[in-house]
């Protein structure tokens, strides 16, 4: 299962946390992890295209990704990437778990 942890400071995504594989099928033929990746790794890169100081990210142990500036594209941007990722665990429940946790 994909574990997805939201942290929120002050009603703004702060940190998005993914470990995990979905093992929906073989590797190579895994279409949530595929949808899953393309959705973050899209939204990511979209940030960065932008304003390059908008996030961080380290993937060494799953994908921690650190959301440093709140201007109005990089929160459109995330907000749809986790309109998508909510998608994903509505459709794929057994393979995709969200939590969100709120530091205020």
């Not at 794929?92 to 530091?103: L, S």
Request: proline share 1%; aromatic share 6%; hydrophobic share 35%.
């Amino acid at each position: 299962m994909i574990k997805i942890k939201l942290t929120k400071i002050d009603n703004n995504i702060s940190s998005i946390v993914i470990k995990g594989h979905a093992l929906y099928d073989d590797f190579g033929k895994d279409i949530v992890c595929a949808a899953l990746s393309s959705t973050v790794i899209t939204s990511i890169n979209a940030c960065l295209t932008i304003n390059e100081h908008s996030l961080s990210y380290d993937d060494k142990d799953g994908l921690d990704i650190d959301i440093l500036s709140h201007d109005t594209v990089t929160t459109k941007i995330i907000n749809n990437l986790i309109s998508n990722l909510y998608e994903l665990e509505r459709v794929y429940p057994k393979y995709v778990q969200i939590k969100e946790e709120n530091n205020e």
